[in-house]
């Protein structure tokens, strides 16, 4: 994941209303929408009644969001699912952009998804005002006793800070922990090979050695400690050795791998959890702005 501690890049700006920048993450949301828009258009191309092959796989999709729908926010709101099916999406895409390595994660940058929840909260006023009236709407506030009313309000405000916030945080959390990590495994991996290539070519050979013999061992005995330290023992010998003779300097091997499995985490399974936890506050909040028809006639 590109993510840079100072925030979004900014690459040029635009002369009017006072300056409008162009950012990494406006550049990266952009390819996200463009990426979405061609795949309905791709996917929604030539139908047909007995669906086979991508229809398939398509309408499972569809159908597994509306029902998620349905159970959540009730079946008399299931045409929300476009709208939560599009930010579901532009999460986990805005997220996996980041992986190409020369664009920014859309939803590490605090903007991107603030304009989201604030989007969400606009809505839920909008539909409370319209089933209770603007009377109605504020007398919520003083509910249940007017003292009441400055912690409503500090709720109301808190609502989208925290949806924003949460998502923004384990995004760009995620990737600072992991740049952290690559750069220090870099300078351990500079460190130890240079340590090995001080002591001459016949230390590394020893390593490689020691490597083969544990790697030996594991197939013989069939304990995973012994093959992790020997393949540890043998690259590191490897390496050291090459630039001992000067074929090879300054190669970092230990960041290699490594970030790549706290990537899986990081921005793979931390990205679909957190787009599915902002869709389902979505849906959650919505749905208590648009109760069932008998019950808004109770009430």
């Avoid at 985490?265 to 959890?273: C, I, N």
């Amino acid at each position: 994941m590109n993510i840079s501690v100072d925030g979004a890049f900014i690459y040029f700006t635009i002369p009017i209303f006072g300056g409008i920048p162009i950012t990494q993450t406006t550049v990266s949301f952009l390819i996200v929408t463009v990426i979405l828009c061609w795949a309905c258009i791709a996917l929604g191309k030539g139908l047909k009644k007995r669906p086979d092959g991508k229809q398939v796989m398509v309408e499972k999709g569809v159908m597994m969001l509306q029902n998620m729908v349905v159970e959540t926010m009730g079946a008399h709101n299931v045409h929300w699912t476009p709208f939560i099916g599009t930010i579901f999406l532009s999460s986990i895409c805005g997220t996996l952009i980041g992986l190409t390595g020369f664009l920014r994660s859309a939803t590490a940058d605090v903007s991107c998804v603030m304009v989201w929840a604030l989007m969400v909260t606009a809505i839920i006023w909008y539909n409370s005002i319209k089933n209770k009236g603007f009377g109605g709407w504020l007398k919520g506030f003083t509910e249940p006793i007017v003292v009441m009313t400055p912690m409503n309000i500090v709720s109301e405000i808190a609502q989208p800070l925290s949806m924003a916030f949460r998502h923004f945080g384990n995004v760009a959390g995620g990737g600072v922990i992991t740049t952290i990590i690559y750069a220090a495994l870099s300078a351990a991996s500079v460190a130890i090979l240079n340590l090995i290539a001080s002591q001459g070519w016949l230390v590394g050979a020893v390593m490689m050695a020691v490597g083969a013999g544990l790697c030996f061992l594991w197939k013989k005995k069939g304990k995973r400690a012994a093959l992790v330290f020997g393949i540890l023992s043998g690259v590191l010998g490897l390496f050291g050795l090459l630039q001992a003779l000067g074929v090879l300097s300054g190669i970092p091997i230990l960041s290699y791998g490594i970030p790549a499995v706290l990537s899986c985490y990081f921005d793979l399974f931390s990205g679909f959890v957190q787009a599915y936890v902002f869709s389902l506050l979505t849906m959650v909040y919505i749905a208590g702005s648009l109760p069932e028809p008998q019950e808004k006639e109770k009430t």
